[in-house]
């Protein structure tokens, strides 16, 4: 009364099998690429390759970006009177310390930065120095 039926994969099926397989491949690379940017960024991001602090005064301090707006600004360091300035250009992550130095501006300022080398996009800072902390300094001294 029951029949037995087989079904014999057609190369139509073995061929839409097939493409499924190399589809799950190729989305499963793209996500373990996706991963190794994303880990890759983290550690770029918090592991300091250098630090230090640069006194001057800063001469220009904008937020910039057309979707990842990054606070930038450039410091210009004076060593000797009637010398050249020499600018040091810097980013700011920090919304706080981006209003510490926007009261700043055009004062002599110290400022302590964090260089972090490698970072794959412009989207966290247009520069590799991350202020982290500003002070005001004496002129008097």
């Not at 190399?22 to 890759?40: C, E, N, S």
């Not at 300091?48 to 001469?59: F, I, K, L, T, W």
């Amino acid at each position: 009364m029951y029949q037995t039926v087989i079904l014999h994969n057609t190369p139509t099926q073995k061929l839409r099998h097939q493409h499924g397989k190399v589809l799950a491949i190729l989305l499963g690379l793209m996500a373990v690429a996706v991963l190794l940017l994303a880990a890759y960024s983290w550690l770029v991001l918090h592991w300091s390759y250098s630090d230090g602090e640069r006194a001057g005064y800063v001469q220009k301090f904008s937020r910039k970006g057309w979707l990842c707006k990054t606070w930038e600004g450039d410091l210009a360091m004076v060593n000797l009177p009637g010398q050249p300035a020499e600018i040091f250009n810097f980013s700011v992550r920090d919304d706080a310390v981006a209003a510490q130095i926007n009261t700043l501006v055009g004062k002599r300022v110290a400022l302590h930065y964090d260089q972090h080398v490698g970072i794959p996009t412009t989207c966290f800072g247009e520069t590799s120095y991350f202020v982290s902390r500003v002070r005001a300094v004496d002129e008097a001294h």
